[in-house]
């Protein structure tokens, strides 16, 4: 019995020595510890060689490390889109898709999407657009909408029950007229000319609405500015810190992500292509 003692004690302290000079010798010549960046690099050139196998038009507007472990977060732009592809250590393989964070529940590639798509608020003109809400009010939003999208619709729901307890919020409409709907553009320059919410919300209802009764080219206006900015689908809600959000946003949600501030800014946020439009 006290042989077998003595000889896993033995064992135990080869294995500790053992240890210990593989971790004296990792120090010495290098070993990967926190930062990954001490072992692996790829530059923007890099990436962007090897993805432009993939996609011959790519341009790469920055690579850095991923919030995964052993991938490179890749900032891109093809097409006038910008959008994230991942790659592996090995520079052999591309990953196109999100990372969730489990114990969040957090999208963070949604949330580096949008930070990424941010626009100049203050290159949209505000005094051409159909105001729900009180003008003046502290919180302005962008919304670019179409008489014809189902989502615009709900959306719009969501707006009027923030502007019923919100005076400091109001929402600027936008009439963006999509070429997948054919009579949305007609419905809009309608709607412009008389510059009625209540022919929007007619519209959304899927109520008849009359021809234009008057020329304008606040649409065709509209439309230049959406492409200027990125922006391709509806609704889509521009924030004043130039944040783009997508989607029929619930009201609680989306007087969050108005009222969310940045770190050390003051008031903000802000969206992507809704391809259910």
Known sequence: MKTTVVTLLTVFMMGLSLLFVMQTEASAFGGCEQDCGKCHSLSSGEAQQAL????PDIKVI????????????????????KGIA????SKENVIIGQIVKIKTKKNLTRKRLIELNRVDFSQIP????????????????VVFDDPDCPYCAKLHGELKKIVETRKDMAFFIKLFPLKMHKDAYRKAVA????KSMKLLEDAFAK????????????IDRNIELAEKLGITGTPAIVLQNGKVLSGAIKADQ????????????????????????
């Open 191 to 194: 709607i412009q000319c008389k």
């Open 62 to 81: 920055e690579v850095r490390m991923s919030p995964a472990r052993g991938l490179w977060e890749i900032s891109l732009e093809t097409r006038g889109k």
């Open 254 to 277: 989306l007087i969050e992500l108005i009222e969310e501030k940045e770190e050390g800014s003051g008031n903000g946020t802000g969206g992507r292509e809704n391809p259910g439009s």
């Open 52 to 55: 432009k196998q993939l996609i």
């Open 126 to 141: 505000l005094d051409d657009a159909l105001v729900l809400g009180d003008p003046d009010a502290a919180y302005k939003v």
């Open 207 to 218: 109520k008849e609405i009359p021809d234009p009764e008057c020329k304008t080219d606040i």
């Open 86 to 89: 991942y790659m592996d250590f």
